[in-house]
């Protein structure tokens, strides 16, 4: 019934609004990680030395860490494999594959509120190109998380971050991390259009994601090279004074 198809797309809607906000998080901490060095190459090394100088490096260090993991451990959420109350892309593919008469339908009428009601021949062309996105998307889920960059990401998580193994993972690039945010991007760009008849972009907010980091690296360079000229002295001092209240 009517009620129950409604149902289905809102719970679909519900789904990739949880995806999509996890990975808006991977996307604005992964901007912060690279942008570090985008005025200078050399930038991210000279605050990893100011901050050894000054022993702050293990925060440092800590803070760049956390922004990666929260990037994988976002990736690896949204590619999680199918179980109950698991929001990842598989029940999302799981809804729009089982319900595709339901989303085709919705199709039409989403388009009869942007452009008026269509004629017999249009209506088919919307049916027909709405049924091609549901297989294209069905199959990038699919590829996206049997990818290698998203396997060598879990495989990450799993032998490092969520547990302890024995057996160690190879690492994973930061090629390999942007691949998966871009891909993750074209499966909302598809999402969106099936599920709630919209089109998406996420330009607008990565450039503006990388200018804040832009703007914070600048301000953390300028507050740490204005207080070296200002009070060396009383910091020096109070890095001493910590450090001899834990002998």
């Known amino acids: 019934n009517g009620s129950a198809m409604g149902d289905k797309i809102s719970e679909a809607q519900t789904l990739l609004e949880e995806v999509h906000n996890d990975l808006l998080t991977a996307t604005q901490c992964f901007a912060i990680y690279t942008q570090l ?33 929260d990037v994988v451990m976002a990736i690896c959420r949204t590619t999680d494999h199918p179980g109950q109350h698991r929001i990842s892309w598989e029940p999302i593919k799981k809804l729009v594959s089982n319900n595709r008469d ?45 990818s290698d960059s998203v396997s060598s990401i879990r495989k990450l998580r799993d032998t490092a971050l969520a547990h302890r193994l024995t057996e ?38 990565l450039d503006q994601a990388n200018q804040y980091a832009r703007l914070f690296w600048d301000t953390v360079t300028l507050g740490f090279e204005q207080r070296e000229k200002n009070d060396e002295k009383e910091r020096l001092e109070l890095i001493e004074s910590i450090r001899k209240g834990h002998q």
């Open 168 to 205: 160690k993972s190879s690492g994973v690039s930061l090629l390999q991390i942007r691949e998966a945010i871009n891909n993750s991007t074209e499966l909302l760009i598809q999402a969106f259009g099936i599920i709630k008849g919209t089109d998406y972009s996420t330009d607008v907010f």
């Open 102 to 146: 339901l989303f085709i339908n919705a199709s039409i009428e989403w388009k009869k509120l942007s452009r008026g009601e269509p004629s017999d021949l249009e209506a088919e062309k919307i049916r027909e190109s709405t049924r091609n996105e549901i297989t294209k998307f069905t199959r990038s889920v699919k590829s996206f998380r049997a």
């Open 37 to 69: 060095n985008a005025r200078t190459a050399s930038r991210g090394d000279e605050l990893k030395d100011y901050m050894f100088n000054h022993g702050l490096h293990n925060i440092y260090s800590t803070l760049l860490e956390t922004l990666l993991k």
